[in-house]
């Protein structure tokens, strides 16, 4: 069902905006963001998709583009941030054979999420509480690590992710997305973690980038 999105107002941009930077950036100040942004999703759980368009093409599309630049299959894949669930679905379709996972800090966005998932008897697809600051993930657990609309923790990305596996941070309205980074940022923070970026780009409204880790020899 293609859902139509309401406008950000403008306070909530520009705080989200000043957020994901602050993250980007300064990671050590993530504890002290940690209470409001959670209670902030809590909060906005309810009718989310509605709102913001979640799940629609136009909110898909620059994952969907993401995903074409990725060469090979992934068999474990991460959804960080996953709000209400839609990129985490999104990808379990896309690798219909890979293991989903897909977390957020917020226990209501979560919960949404569970509703979406029906019938899944080998438990292919899981949505967990967790924070992007510190992952319920052993090292190297994932061929592909993505996030939509969510600002990026980097090391944690580079940790969880195996020898090169792939990382896509995308927005699905470009830079004026509430949670959005620029490529220069993205790529300055991957590269100190030993990600290297092989493709952004805009599709639809947005934009997305995509690295891999480097393998070892
Ligand atoms: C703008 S929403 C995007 C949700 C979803 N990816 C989408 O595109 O609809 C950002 C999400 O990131 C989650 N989030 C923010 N900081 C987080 C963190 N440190 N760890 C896990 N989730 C976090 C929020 O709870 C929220 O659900």
């Not at 690798?95 to 292919?124: F, H, Q």
Request: aromatic share 8%; net charge positive; proline share 8%.
């Amino acid at each position: 069902m293609q859902r139509a999105r309401r406008p950000t107002p403008t306070r909530v941009r520009l705080a989200g905006r000043a957020l994901n930077a602050t993250i980007a950036r300064a990671p050590w100040l993530w504890p002290v963001l940690r209470a409001p942004m959670q209670r902030f999703f809590d909060g906005s759980a309810r009718g989310w998709d509605e709102r913001t368009g979640a799940g629609s093409v136009d909110h898909l599309a620059p994952l969907a583009a993401a995903v074409t630049r990725v060469p090979n299959h992934p068999e474990r894949v991460l959804d960080i941030g996953t709000g209400t669930g839609e990129a985490a679905l999104f990808l379990a379709r896309e690798y219909p054979r890979a293991g989903v996972r897909g977390v957020d800090i917020s226990e209501e966005m979560i919960r949404a999420a569970r509703t979406k998932v029906g019938l899944d008897p080998e438990g292919r697809i899981a949505f967990k509480r967790a924070d992007a600051a510190a992952l319920p993930y052993a090292d190297e657990s994932f061929d592909l690590v993505a996030q939509l609309n969510m600002p990026p923790f980097f090391a944690e990305i580079a940790r969880v992710l195996r020898p090169a596996g792939h990382a896509i941070v995308a927005s699905s309205w470009g830079e004026a997305t509430p949670f959005y980074t620029p490529a220069a940022v993205l790529e300055r923070g991957f590269r100190r973690r030993g990600i290297e970026p092989i493709a952004t780009d805009r599709a639809g409204a947005g934009s997305y980038w995509v690295g891999r880790l480097a393998a070892p020899g």
